[in-house]
């Protein structure tokens, strides 16, 4: 299933609810925007990169800690910050109780449409631990599927040798 502005995504195993906002194809890859509503946590709340894509945050509601290649901010309704391709970067929700409502987007959108999708579905079928981290085998397809968003280490490369190694054995 295809996914388009206005198509609302579960993941409870991360924490969170994602509203669609705009998708590549709305936008003609220019950019994919979404809305991350709720206490995330698990994988996306670990450090990552995007290899070819900025990443936008702006907090509707809420607060979000980020930290960007080892800096540390702390951003309130009303701010915004824009993560360059290829750098480090953690997002976490503040220290204040309560959901946090943070507006995403990738510029350009990339595969990101069927990241999120991806990982909604993980959540329905099972594919996260209980600390929301994905399953081996699930984590190795979203490395051979979506490398461009990923761990900072081990080097890309690895990644896929790692990934392949795990798919062949069927683990």
Do not use: C, W
Not at 34 to 40: E, Q, T
Not at 69 to 92: E, F, S, W, Y
Not at 124 to 133: C, I, K, L, N, W
């Amino acid at each position: 299933m295809a996914i388009e502005p206005g198509s609302v995504l579960q993941a409870h195993d991360l924490g969170i609810t994602v509203e669609i906002r705009a998708t590549g194809a709305s936008t003609a890859g220019a950019y994919a925007e979404f809305d991350l509503i709720g206490r995330p946590r698990g994988i996306i709340t670990l450090p990552h990169l995007h290899e070819a894509q900025s990443e936008r945050h702006e907090v509707i509601e809420g607060e979000l800690r980020l930290s960007i290649d080892g800096r540390k901010h702390r951003l309130g309704p009303g701010d915004a910050m824009t993560v360059p391709p290829g750098a480090r970067h953690i997002q976490r929700p503040g220290k204040k109780p309560g959901p946090m409502r943070v507006r995403v987007r990738h510029e350009p959108a990339g595969n990101s449409d069927a990241f999120v999708e991806r990982l909604a579905e993980l959540s329905a079928t099972g594919g996260y631990d209980r600390f929301g981290m994905p399953k081996p085998k699930s984590a190795a397809r979203l490395v051979r599927d979506f490398g461009e968003h990923r761990a900072p280490f081990p080097s890309a490369r690895v990644q896929r040798m790692l990934a392949r190694a795990l798919l062949r054995r069927g683990a």
